[in-house]
Structures are given as C-alpha cells and as structure tokens.
C-alpha cells in the first residue's frame, strides 16, 4: 500500500491550493483518511479528517478555510486550502487508515509567501 500526495507548492496570502492524495496497491476500502501538517520547529498536528461515511473534523485553525473531501472509487482523498495564511506553511502529509493499519504519504510542502 502506498499514498502518494502533490499539490503543494508556493502561494501568497489569501491564495488557494487544492492538495490530492491516491492510495495504490491492494486495497479494498479506506477507512479514515486525513490530512496532517508539520511546520519546522513543531510537532505534526491534524488539519482534517474524514470517515468512510464522509462525516469531517477541522482543526480550529481551519474551520471556514479548508475543506475535506474524498472519492472512494479513486481512493483518494483532497484538501482544498482558502483564504491561506502564512502560518499555514507547513508540509502536509495524508494519512488512510486501511484494514486497521495507519498508511502515510510523503509530504508536501505548502508554503504561503509574499
């Protein structure tokens, strides 16, 4: 089982990137999915969440910016990312839970910068 996630890049503030995540392999189903952040000096933190059943969290930094989605079909999950901040410079890792195990992607990096 592998994530692979792109759609990072370089945004000025108040800008928006929609991030994407695929898993590949043998897969089934995918229970949870998310989206995780890490920023240099800190430690990595959830951003948001979404269930098998399509039910969200967010982050209280979030609320009202980005959004979760996913396509099951695609085994995929998205972030789309509003109104950035510079303190939403990070890099993003997905994450799925799959058969009760805990997949990660490697990161991307998002960086929000006049």
């Known amino acids: 089982v592998q994530l692979q996630a792109s759609g990072g890049g370089l945004v000025q503030p108040g800008g928006s990137l929609r991030l994407s995540c695929a898993a590949s392999?043998?897969?089934?189903?995918?229970?949870?999915m998310g989206w995780y952040r890490q920023a240099p000096g800190k430690q990595r933190e959830l951003v948001a969440g979404i269930g098998s059943g399509g039910s969200t969290n967010y982050a209280d930094s979030v609320k009202g910016r980005f959004t979760i989605s996913r396509d099951n079909a695609k085994k995929s999950v998205f972030l789309q990312m509003n109104s950035l901040k510079p303190e939403d410079t990070a890099v993003y890792y997905c994450?799925?839970?799959?058969?009760?195990?805990?997949?990660w992607g490697k990161g991307t990096q998002v960086t929000v910068s006049s």
């Open positions: 994450k799925g839970t799959i058969y009760g195990m805990d997949y």
């Open positions: 392999g043998s897969i089934f189903s995918i229970n949870a």
